[in-house]
Every structure is written in C-alpha cells, then in structure tokens.
C-alpha cells in the first residue's frame, strides 16, 4: 500500500470530471465529508474522503475548515 501520496494526485481527476469539490474536517484535521459538484447539485463522494484519508497522509490544519477547490 502507498501512503503519503500528495492530495493533487488524488484531486486532479476528481476536478477534470467535477467542477467543484469541497473538502470538510473536523476540529482534530481528520477529513470528515467531501462533495462535488455533480449537475448542479452537490452530492457527497464517500470514495473521495476514504481515498484522502487513506493515502494522503498529510497534515491538515487543526480547526474546523470547508475548502472548496474549483477547475
């Protein structure tokens, strides 16, 4: 298994297929939901938060953030 894979890996296929995805954590840094944006509407992507917690084992800031990346 690979781990500390960079979050633009895993991002950048999400944005070529979404136009937006939002990233939401908790107040300990662990990514708790993500959505993107699918027809207009957003829909929750379970896959997508598995696989950023997962590989992506980089540190988040410790606070309760929305980080909503756009093409």
Request: glycine residues 2%; aromatic residues 10%.
């Amino acid at each position: 298994m690979i781990n500390n894979i960079p979050y633009t890996f895993i991002l950048i296929p999400y944005l070529t297929k979404y136009r937006e995805v939002k990233i939401h954590t908790d107040d300990t840094g662990q990514i708790i939901k993500t959505e993107r944006l699918e027809n207009g509407f957003w829909s929750t992507d379970r896959n997508l938060c598995k696989l950023l917690n997962t590989y992506a084992n980089q540190p988040l800031p410790t606070e309760n953030l929305t980080v909503t990346l756009k093409q």
